[in-house]
C-alpha cells in the first residue's frame, strides 16, 4: 500500500471500499506488478486532490441520490459543438434552448485534438489534454461543464480509449525508434504475427481501410490500426497504458465531464488466436476504470459504446456487486426500428424488445433513433429467415428504401461502405429525412408532408416509451433534413455521414415558436410528449413493461405498469389505418387529447400512435 499518511479521509474510505478488488484485478492483469500499482493508487489520489469544491459537492449529491439518472425526467441530447454553436463558448450561450426542450443529459461528440483530414470525426485524438483549437480551450469546456451543472445538467464526452492518433505524442516518440513508447502500441519487426492476428480478426471497415495492420516507415516496422492507419491500438496488457489513459479520463472529469462514452470498449483487448472482440480482459479494464470513478469523482457515470446483438451487450453492465457500465446503447431496437418502418412488419421488433424486456430493470439503455454514426443492419437474420427474409437480399431492400430507390417511397438516405458483393452497406440520413419530410417538401406536397410529420412523431412516441433514457440528436427536434454540401467538402465528401451531421440552421429553431410552420409543429409535438413523460410514474425505469398482442402485425403494443399507473402504447408502422383488437376492461384516458378513451378495438391511423393511461390510485 503506498503511503497514505497525507491522504484524506473521505478518498480513503472510497479506496478501503475497493482497495481488495483492486489490487486483485490489477494484480491479476499485471502479474503482480506492485510498483505499478502502487502507482496507480497514488495517480487516484492526485486527481482526487485536484477536484474542485463545486465537483466534490456535485459528487456528493450523486452519492445521496445513485440512481439519479434512472427517472422518467431524464432526457439526452447529441450534437456536434460546430454544427450547434461553432464552439464550446456558442454552446454555452444557448443552454436556455437545451433548457427549454427538456435536455438535462448533453453529449458533446469528440472535440479533443484531433488531425485535420486524419480525425475520423474525432476518433483519433493527438492529446487527451486539450481541446481542438477550433472548438476553444480546456478552460472552455470546463466553464461550460459548471454552467450545465448550474441547471441540473450532465455533460458527456467520449473517452477514446482503444488507439490514439498517430500524431499522439506516444505515437509519434514510437515512430522515432523508442522502445518504451512501441510498447505502448503493438509493433512487429515483420508481417508474421500480424498474419497470424488477421486470420482470426474481422475488419472493422473491409472497403475504407482493409485490414488491422500498417507499415510504419519511420520506425521500419508493422504496427496494429484496427480501425484506420492513422488510428493506432494502445496495449492495454501494458500498466503503464492502463495508468496513464486512466489520468486522462480522471482529468476530462475534473474538468466537469460527469459521464463518460467508453468508445469502442469491446475492442480494448488483443490476443493472438482470438477475434480481439469482447475478451475477459476486456471486463477486467472497465471494472477497474469504473472503480477509479468512483473514488476519485463518484458523481460520474460510464457509457459503453458497444455496437452489438444484446447477449453481447449485456454483460458490459456487470453485476449488482461488481459494476462495469452504468449505462449502455440500445443499438439493436434502433436497428430494428427502422426495418419495421420499411417492412411495415412488427414481429421483429416485437422479438427485440420481448428480449430487451426480460432484462432486469436496473440495467439503463439509451435508447435513441438516430445518432452520429450510420445504421447498421445488425439485425436477428435467424428471427427473420422463419417469414423468408435472406439477410443479403433484405438488406438490399432496406438500403433500396431508405434511399428512395422503390417507387411510391419517399425516404432519403445514402449509402456508407456500401459492398456489393455482400451487400452489406449501411445508412445514413436524418431522422425527418427517412420519413420522408425532405422529398414530401421538394414535392410541395401537403399530404405527404403531414404523413412525414405523423410518422416522425410517432416513432418519438415509441422512443419515450422505452425505459432508460432518450436520447435525441440535435435537429431531430425540429425536424431538421439531410445536409448535402458535404459532397462539396474535400476533407468530408469520402464519408456519407455527414449527411446527417449538418449545421443547426437556428432561423429553422425560431420557427418553432410558429405553431404554424414544420418545425413548431414537431418541437411542440415532441416537447408534449416528453413534458407528458415526465408527468407521470408509468415511464419511470422501475416499471414493469410488457409486449402486448394487438392480433395485428401492423401494430406494437407495450403495456407499462407503475405503483398503480398502467400505460398502453400503441404504435401503428403501416401507412393504412389499423386496428388494434386489444379489450382492456378498465377506464382510460387518451394522454394526447385528455379525453376518455375505451381500450377495445382500437383504431390507429396510419403511422400514428396512442398512449392509453389509466390510474388505479383514483
Not at 290 to 306: K, N, Q, R, S, W
Not at 458 to 485: C, K, R, W
Not at 518 to 531: D, F, M, P, S, T
Not at 580 to 590: M, R
Request: aromatic share 12%.
Amino acid at each position: 500500500m503506498p503511503d497514505q499518511k497525507k491522504w484524506e479521509p473521505e478518498f480513503q474510505k472510497r479506496l478501503d471500499r475497493h482497495y481488495d478488488e483492486l489490487k486483485w484485478l490489477y494484480s491479476e492483469l499485471y502479474h503482480n506488478d506492485q510498483q505499478a500499482f502502487e502507482y496507480f493508487c497514488t495517480m487516484l489520489y492526485e486527481y482526487y486532490s485536484k477536484r474542485s469544491k463545486s465537483l466534490r459537492e456535485w459528487d456528493q449529491s450523486r452519492e445521496a441520490t445513485p440512481d439519479w439518472y434512472k427517472n422518467n425526467k431524464m432526457l439526452g441530447m447529441q450534437m456536434y459543438t460546430n454544427a450547434f454553436a461553432g464552439d464550446l463558448k456558442g454552446v454555452a450561450k444557448h443552454l436556455d434552448y437545451l433548457e427549454e426542450s427538456g435536455v438535462n443529459y448533453l453529449h458533446l461528440m469528440p472535440l479533443l485534438e484531433s488531425p485535420e483530414g486524419r480525425s475520423d470525426g474525432g476518433y483519433a485524438v493527438s492529446d487527451f489534454r486539450k481541446v481542438q483549437p477550433e472548438f476553444g480551450t480546456m478552460k472552455d469546456l470546463a466553464d461550460l461543464s459548471a454552467k450545465c451543472h448550474a441547471r441540473g445538467m450532465s455533460i458527456c464526452l467520449d473517452f477514446v480509449m482503444n488507439h490514439t492518433s498517430e500524431d499522439h505524442e506516444w505515437a509519434k516518440r514510437a515512430r522515432a525508434g523508442e522502445k518504451e513508447y512501441q510498447d505502448r502500441f503493438f509493433f512487429y519487426d515483420d508481417w508474421e504475427i500480424p498474419n497470424q492476428f488477421e486470420e482470426t480478426v474481422p475488419q472493422v471497415f473491409p472497403q475504407t481501410a482493409p485490414g488491422n495492420f500498417t507499415w510504419c516507415e519511420e520506425a521500419g516496422k508493422v504496427v496494429m490500426t484496427t480501425f484506420y492507419p492513422y488510428q493506432w491500438d494502445l496495449n492495454y496488457a501494458n500498466p503503464i497504458v492502463l495508468n496513464d489513459m486512466t489520468a486522462d479520463m480522471l482529468n476530462l472529469c475534473n474538468n466537469g465531464i460527469d459521464i463518460i462514452r467508453l468508445d469502442a470498449t469491446p475492442y480494448i483487448w488483443k490476443e493472438l488466436g482470438t477475434n480481439c472482440r469482447n475478451l475477459p480482459q476486456v471486463h477486467t479494464l472497465v471494472r477497474i476504470m469504473h472503480m477509479a470513478a468512483d473514488i476519485v469523482c463518484p458523481g460520474t457515470l460510464l457509457l459503453g459504446e458497444v455496437v452489438m446483438e444484446p447477449s453481447k451487450v449485456v454483460p458490459y453492465f456487470g453485476t449488482l456487486e461488481k459494476p462495469e457500465c452504468q449505462m449502455l446503447y440500445n443499438v439493436t431496437t434502433m436497428a430494428s426500428t427502422w426495418h419495421t418502418v420499411a417492412t411495415k412488419d412488427v414481429r421483429l421488433l416485437r422479438h427485440q424488445m420481448e428480449a430487451v424486456f426480460a432484462l432486469p430493470n436496473q440495467y439503463t439503455f439509451l435508447n435513441y433513433l438516430r445518432c452520429h454514426d450510420d445504421i447498421g443492419w445488425g439485425l436477428d437474420y435467424d428471427f427473420l429467415d422463419q417469414f423468408g427474409m435472406k439477410e443479403v437480399p433484405h438488406k438490399k431492400f432496406l438500403n433500396d428504401y431508405f434511399t428512395g430507390k422503390l417507387e411510391n417511397v419517399d425516404s432519403r438516405g445514402e449509402l456508407y461502405n456500401d459492398d456489393p458483393r455482400l451487400g452489406d452497406a449501411r445508412l445514413c440520413g436524418t431522422t425527418a429525412s427517412l420519413c420522408g419530410l425532405e422529398a414530401a417538401l421538394y414535392e410541395g406536397n401537403k399530404d405527404k408532408v403531414q404523413k412525414a410529420i405523423t410518422l416522425d412523431l410517432m416513432l418519438h412516441a415509441f422512443l419515450f416509451t422505452q425505459s432508460g433514457i432518450p436520447v435525441l440528436y440535435s435537429g431531430d427536434e425540429i425536424g431538421q433534413l439531410n445536409d448535402y454540401t458535404y459532397h462539396e467538402d474535400p476533407l468530408r465528401l469520402e464519408d456519407s455521414r455527414y449527411l446527417h451531421r449538418g449545421d443547426l440552421n437556428w432561423d429553422d429553431v425560431a420557427k418553432r415558436k410558429d405553431p404554424d410552420s414544420i418545425q413548431g409543429i414537431i418541437y411542440n409535438a415532441i416537447r408534449n410528449l416528453e413534458k407528458i413523460r415526465a408527468s407521470h410514474p408509468v415511464f419511470e425505469s422501475d416499471a414493469e413493461v410488457w409486449v402486448m398482442e394487438p392480433y395485428n402485425n401492423h401494430i406494437l403494443a407495450i403495456g407499462r405498469y407503475y405503483e398503480g399507473e398502467k400505460l398502453i402504447g400503441l404504435f401503428n408502422f403501416s401507412e393504412q389505418d389499423q386496428t388494434a383488437w386489444i379489450n382492456e376492461s378498465e377506464p382510460y384516458v387518451d394522454l394526447i387529447t385528455g379525453k376518455p378513451r375505451e381500450a377495445k378495438a382500437v383504431g390507429i391511423p396510419g403511422n400514428s400512435f396512442a398512449w392509453l393511461f389509466t390510474d388505479f390510485n383514483h
